[in-house]
């Protein structure tokens, strides 16, 4: 088992983001440092975007996370629905 | 090996012997007295007395620490790419076998440096 | 009207038309003198439409984000000038790291541009050019916004004049420049293990992430945010750094051996020129978010681990001199920092030593090594500096013909010992810093025999204005020096306490906060 990892900076359009993906997956933990936050979880994280839409009350384009985004680790997979980071393969 | 590449590669060595003036490069560090962060480099004549480099050339650049006046040069061990090695102060680094780019050491028993921290 | 309601592309569908399928096979020209530099590397590929895109951004959503994130920078820059942000930062000695950044790192991105401008033109793969090609305009990116931003602080503090200049020619700056243009004279694929691999992936996140969380700490609002905009960059190549290595390890197993040579080497450079950065982190910051060591254990351990171990599965084993650059850690930045105030006569940026407090800070984030081998050393040197004898060392140090640091690494497990390894090479002799620069020399000893070493290009007479005689009655090398590379002498360079810019942020803070 590894840790995957995404780290956001913190400001008002990453909170529902950072919401969304604590809420979805369960055992995620969110260290927080000056003006960022980073977010770990063991093998597997997926970022949904019906989670974030419900939060935002808008339509939300999951690679928006680009403008926001400030690192991450394992192998990416993503659609239009969710974006995943593992170490699977 | 060789660089992996598409054509002959083929480059002077930007420091060979002749591009130092008549000088040649030595390197020197004093063990266990590390406050002097590195080694140092001097451009040096090949018939430079040995002794001039303890007497010369040593002092200027050691001098800031306060070991560097008790050492008794007589004691010394010295080092010549990590072997022991013996200098003649009298005969010239030529003479003492000195060659463009070589690196000696030397040791102070008894000194080791501020509150025998070797810095 | 009947409307014809067609299902939209997913975007994996949207990505491969728009990215797919763009090239062609040559018929005037053979494909392998339009590709020249392909094949030489010995990296085999098959199939250049097996390389998979990890994030499926079309240039029309590239140019949306990134315009995006240039708005909130540009806000903030004119917003940070327009309040004298400067005067926020927690003490002056903090602009000391932003000097070092745009004497050494900007000009890297610069570099990282034209790099990957040239690798994105010699794939012969589409899918590996277009993100090249994506990867070379944000590094321009970050280049302009790191400039401009850092611009404002170069109206009021020294330091920041002559970065240019002094990348090319300086001594502690010759050490990421040989880094880049080391990567930039390999061939594409190296390029990207070099780059693309082994700084963007396995080290990036210990340059920025804990270095830009720190200048927000240190209530830097301006540097935070050009950072932060880089680095929302970086995701995207560290994703492409590690594709280009999945690439190559699935296209044929005789890569793996050559990837895993690249690996080694450029593993042990990078963590070489991130010495200067751990000095950033433990002396720099006045207000500290976390010490090198708990950086490297965070990023380059546990997470440089969970990458090997995956790796695993290909035949790659973790870098050769992992454990050593773990070792490392206790003593990395104090060796570096002892440096710098060593010769900090000949430094754009200004030096000093820890106060009381820090110096425990110290204590207690290295337990194992600050009070026993650096406290005494740190404390002679206050000391010394109080009664007026701040220590100038004036003598050129030996350097490392790899890494061009000086040999101020110790041995592997006796931090009190310089490590010391050599070479003998057509005759001449080259020395190293570690038993890893030293194998990367004797691999490529052709290549390391060409090295720029600043102390031996200022014996040579290389590093003088025109007219200078150094045959002349008291002439001082160190000061010839100093205006060749056009620092102020006092302004510049020299200890922090006295300094010019010590004196103008104390003046300019106390007229921001009464009426003079």
Redo the contacts between chains.
């Keep these: 088992m590894?840790?995957?990892?995404i780290?956001f900076?913190v400001n008002e359009d990453t909170r529902p983001i950072i919401e969304a993906i604590l809420e979805d997956n369960p055992g995620a933990v969110a260290n927080e440092?000056?003006?960022?936050v980073?977010i770990d979880a063991k093998d597997r994280l997926v970022v949904k975007r019906e989670s974030i839409e419900s939060r935002l009350g808008r339509r939300f384009d999951l690679?928006?996370i680009?403008?926001?985004?400030?690192?991450?680790?394992?192998?990416?997979d993503?659609?239009?629905d969710q974006f995943t980071l593992s170490?699977n393969? | 090996m060789v660089v992996a590449a598409v054509k002959e590669y083929k480059f002077e060595p930007l420091d060979r012997l002749e591009n130092f003036h008549g000088n040649q490069l030595l390197y020197v560090g004093w063990e266990d007295h590390l406050m002097f962060c590195a080694p140092f480099c001097f451009p040096l004549s090949p018939q430079m007395p040995f002794r001039a480099v303890l007497e010369q050339v040593l002092p200027g650049t050691y001098d800031y620490h306060p070991d560097f006046s008790k050492i008794d040069w007589g004691k010394v061990e010295w080092f010549k790419s990590g072997k022991p090695w013996r200098p003649d102060h009298d005969r010239t680094l030529d003479e003492n076998g000195l060659k463009h780019k070589d690196v000696i050491r030397f040791r102070t028993p008894g000194l080791t440096g501020i509150k025998g921290s070797c810095s | 009207m009947d409307m014809q309601v067609k299902k939209k592309l997913g975007l994996k569908e949207r990505y491969a038309h728009m990215t797919r399928g763009l090239d062609w096979e040559t018929s005037y020209q053979p494909m392998d003198k339009v590709f020249p530099y392909v094949k030489y590397e010995g990296i085999k590929i098959h199939d250049w439409d097996k390389w998979e895109d990890p994030f499926r951004l079309t240039m029309d959503a590239y140019w949306k984000y990134q315009g995006e994130k240039e708005k909130k920078l540009y806000a903030i820059i004119d917003a940070f000038a327009q309040n004298n942000g400067h005067l926020g930062v927690t003490d002056a000695r903090y602009i000391n790291a932003l000097k070092l950044f745009i004497q050494g790192v900007s000009p890297l991105e610069y570099m990282a541009h034209r790099g990957f401008a040239h690798v994105g033109r010699q794939f012969a793969g589409i899918g590996p050019r277009v993100a090249c090609q994506m990867q070379a305009v944000d590094e321009l990116r970050h280049a302009q916004t790191q400039i401009h931003t850092i611009s404002n602080y170069n109206k009021y503090y020294n330091g920041f004049h002559n970065w240019r200049h002094w990348h090319d020619n300086v001594w502690y700056l010759s050490v990421p420049k040989s880094f880049f243009d080391d990567a930039m004279t390999a061939g594409p694929f190296e390029f990207m293990v070099a780059i693309g691999f082994s700084f963007e992936y396995v080290l990036t996140n210990l340059l920025f992430v804990p270095f830009m969380s720190g200048a927000a700490y240190n209530s830097d609002m301006s540097t935070v945010t050009f950072g932060f905009s880089a680095q929302s960059d970086e995701a995207r190549h560290m994703t492409l750094g590690l594709e280009v290595i999945k690439f190559m390890l699935e296209q044929d197993p005789d890569n793996v051996p050559i990837v895993q040579r690249w690996i080694d080497k450029w593993f042990w450079r990078g963590t070489r020129v991130l010495s200067l950065v751990a000095t950033m982190m433990d002396y720099m910051l006045p207000k500290r978010v976390m010490s090198w060591k708990e950086a490297w254990e965070i990023y380059a351990e546990q997470n440089g681990g969970a990458l090997f171990n995956d790796l695993a599965r290909y035949g790659i084993r973790p870098p050769k001199a992992f454990a050593d650059a773990c070792e490392a850690k206790d003593h990395l930045s104090h060796q570096l920092w002892g440096t710098l105030y060593n010769y900090g006569a000949a430094t754009a940026i200004h030096t000093w030593m820890p106060g009381t407090e820090e110096m425990d800070w110290l204590s207690a984030k290295y337990p194992e090594s600050f009070d026993k081998y650096y406290r005494p050393r740190f404390e002679f040197w206050a000391e010394e500096a109080k009664k007026g004898n701040r220590f100038y060392n004036k003598t050129l140090p030996m350097l490392c013909t790899t890494c061009q640091i000086p040999l101020l690494f110790t041995e592997p497990g006796d931090p009190t010992k310089i490590c010391y390894r050599e070479s003998d090479y057509n005759g001449d002799k080259y020395h190293f810093c570690s038993d890893h620069c030293k194998e990367i020399f004797d691999h490529e000893p052709e290549k390391y025999v060409q090295s720029w070493l600043p102390v031996h290009q200022i014996y040579q007479g290389h590093c003088f204005k025109p007219g200078t005689d150094p045959t002349a009655e008291g002439f001082d090398p160190l000061a010839a020096v100093i205006e060749y590379y056009g620092m102020n002498f006092g302004r510049d360079n020299l200890d922090f306490e006295g300094s010019e810019d010590q004196k103008n942020f104390e003046t300019w803070r106390g007229e921001a906060t009464r009426n003079a």
Excluded: R, Y
């Design positions: 590894s840790n995957v990892f780290a900076q440092s000056p003006a960022m980073k690679q928006e680009h403008v926001n985004l400030i690192s991450l680790t394992g192998h990416i993503e659609d239009d170490w393969h």
